[in-house]
């Protein structure tokens, strides 16, 4: 039971993380881009710059092992390893999957690399476009503060999501002819591996 209500309540996100982007489309571009997916990134990536995929992955692990002992305590609290609770176990392991590549890794790359980030790039260009959704994707998880972890940690995880977002969008941009399939992997991957842990 816990399985599918985890399952719903992911379903239930991504759902709602796309509509803004949905109505915007159909509002506002389907006359150009006949195709939601297209615009939005959900699309077979392929990989124009193998230097930048690694880059990326790279760059984006060394960054969590620096960071993690600092964010220790936010993991704790984190949504993704609130069934991580009661130790590893085929129910726990289930359901941080369904959290990590659906309910945050799905629903967030779709609307903060998929729809922010390329109309602010189309806008914007590149550098300032990607710079404003990744901002903006830190900002996001600026209300863990009022979990009571203070202003310094809150602080590093607005830096670290910010600077992973950025990331992500030159893995999608530059590397992945605009498909949001990479980072929602490396996402989901990244989010697993923190749940994961969380059991042990």
């Keep these: 039971m816990e399985i599918l209500e985890t399952a719903i309540e992911s379903l239930l996100q991504v759902l709602i993380f796309s509509m803004i982007p ?33 880059l990326v992955i790279a760059s984006s692990l060394l960054l969590w092992v620096i960071v993690t002992p600092l964010l220790q305590p936010l993991m704790d609290q984190s949504a993704t390893t609130d069934y991580s609770k009661n130790g590893i176990s085929a129910s726990a392991v289930t ?36 710079t404003i959704q990744a901002v903006l994707f830190g900002a996001a998880h600026s209300f863990i503060v009022l979990s009571g972890c203070g202003i310094i940690l ?17 893995l999608n941009e530059k590397a992945a002819n605009g498909s949001v399939i990479p980072s929602i992997l490396l996402h989901g991957i990244s989010n697993t591996v923190t749940g994961v842990m969380a059991m042990f």
């Design 154 to 170: 809150t602080l590093t995880l607005v830096a670290v999501a910010a600077t992973i977002g950025w990331l992500q969008g030159l």
């Design 22 to 54: 949905f109505l915007a489309w159909l509002i506002f571009a389907r006359k150009k881009e006949p195709s939601f997916f297209k615009w939005i990134g959900l699309t077979k990536p392929v990989i124009s710059d193998r230097k930048i995929v690694v």
């Design 95 to 130: 359901q941080v999957i369904f959290m990590s590549f659906i309910k945050t890794g799905l629903s967030e790359e779709l609307f903060f690399r998929g729809f922010l980030g390329k109309r602010l790039i189309s806008k914007f260009g590149f550098i300032v476009g990607n």
